[in-house]
Nanobody
């Protein structure tokens, strides 16, 4: 499984971004997908996850602002991020958890700054 994350960038506080994670392979629809983020000097933390059945969970810090979704027909996962805050600044990584193990994308930088 190969994952390609995209959609990061520089945005002002209160702004929005949508991240995408495109996956190769035929197991996407059977996999639990997730977004993690890592700021400099910090550990990599879970942001949001979505199961193959569509169940979702979020870190408390992003509840009500971020929405995770997936399109199995396109083998793609999304993270809609609204009302962004400076503390959301980090490299965002997508991850696929399947019967073949854990697979990580290369990360995309999100910077929230005025």
């Amino acid at each position: 499984v190969q994952l390609q994350a995209s959609g990061g960038g520089l945005v002002q506080p209160g702004g929005s971004l949508r991240l995408s994670c495109a996956a190769s392979g035929s197991i996407f629809s059977l996999s639990t997908m997730a977004w993690f983020r890592q700021a400099p000097g910090n550990r990599r933390d879970l942001v949001a996850a979505i199961t193959s059945g569509g169940a979702t969970n979020y870190a408390d810090s992003v509840k009500g602002r971020f929405t995770i979704s997936r399109d199995n027909a396109k083998n793609t996962m999304y993270l809609q991020m609204n009302n962004l805050k400076p503390e959301d600044t980090a490299v965002y990584y997508c991850r696929c958890a399947s019967t073949k193990g854990l697979h990580w994308g290369q990360g995309t930088q999100v910077t929230v700054s005025s």
